[in-house]
């Protein structure tokens, strides 16, 4: 394994190892029935031992509406750990509202929404997400600082108000090592094309050991390599366990790189993986439906 895998899988295995308090890792194991002294019941020859894998992102009946105007309405649906999420519904349908809803960033107005089985509003844990927000890569242009500042601010996020000991300078090292940007670290973030700067905000998201990265249409205005590319270091930080929420209005980047598909268009028209999502009528649907041609079945 090359040096630069060994980092990635550090790097990673740092993200994952990030938080090992058991009621606060996504994923843990819950053993409902293990007794105060440890050991394990059995019954009739079998372990009793129940496992619990709880979703990153439980959404139940959700609704919300700017004033009158309703931009997402009743969808229910989770995001399971490891899931490698495409959302995707035509212009306005409110996919980065959904996203925004999902990371508590706004409350909906009816359901409710579990971000790793806390309620999404008032998820305190923000290092565990990476998020790069739509149009990102026109961010930062003024910004006066080199992309390991940068980085290192998402380490900061990690360690609160406690200066950054030599471990936490290594993990920032390997994260722009995993991102590939090392020869740009001295660089100035404004001095970076589109690709390499949603690289530094990945690399900034793995310092601050995020679990979950949502992306909002992040190659916009990216050249068609170091778009490849980006979505390539994507697919290898998923493999890697780190759940991924993408906005991408591209059909074919979507289907070769995610597993599963939520279709919008204000509501839920399909939710499941690739190849279910390729056998229904639901973008038809969902696009059609934003030009007046079908009509959605609501049953
Ligand atoms: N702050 C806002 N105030 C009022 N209406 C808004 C606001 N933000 C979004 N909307 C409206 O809500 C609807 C959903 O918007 P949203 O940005 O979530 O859609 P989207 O699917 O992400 O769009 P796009 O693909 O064009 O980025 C749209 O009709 C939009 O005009």
Do not use: W
Not at 116 to 129: K, M, Q, S, T, Y
């Amino acid at each position: 394994m090359s040096e630069h895998m060994n980092g990635v899988r550090r790097a990673i295995t740092g993200v994952l190892s990030a938080d090992s308090s058991p009621d606060s890792r996504v994923g843990s194991i819950t053993d409902r029935e293990q007794p105060a002294d440890g050991s394990t019941q059995h019954s009739a020859g079998r372990t009793s031992v129940e496992t619990t894998v709880k979703p990153v992102i439980d959404i139940d009946d959700v609704t919300f509406a700017y004033g009158e105007k309703t931009a997402v309405e009743n969808i229910s649906m989770s995001v399971e750990q490891g899931d490698f999420l495409g959302l995707i519904g035509p212009n306005g349908s409110g996919k980065t509202t959904l996203l925004h809803l999902m990371l508590g960033l706004q409350r909906p107005d009816s359901g409710s929404i579990e971000l790793f089985g806390e309620p999404a509003e008032a998820f305190e844990d923000g290092e565990r997400i990476g998020y790069v927000a739509q149009r990102s890569t026109d961010r930062g242009g003024t910004m006066p600082i080199t992309v390991r500042e940068a980085v290192t601010m998402g380490r900061f996020a990690h360690v609160g108000h406690s200066r950054l000991s030599e471990n936490d300078y290594e993990i920032v090292d390997e994260a722009i090592e995993t991102v590939d940007i090392a020869d740009l670290a001295d660089r100035q973030i404004n001095q970076l094309s589109g690709g390499q700067r949603q690289r530094a905000f990945i690399a900034r998201a793995l310092a601050s050991e995020a679990d979950l990265l949502a992306l909002d249409e992040p190659t916009v205005g990216v050249d068609a390599e170091s778009r490849d590319q980006f979505y390539g270091l994507l697919d290898d930080l998923n493999t890697q366990g780190i759940s991924i929420i993408l906005i991408e209005h591209d059909i074919d980047i979507l289907t070769k790189h995610v597993n599963k598909i939520a279709c919008i268009n204000k509501e839920l028209y399909h939710h499941g993986d690739t190849v279910s999502f390729l056998e229904s009528e639901a973008l038809a649907e969902a696009y059609g439906a934003a030009h007046g041609v079908v009509e959605h079945d609501h049953s």
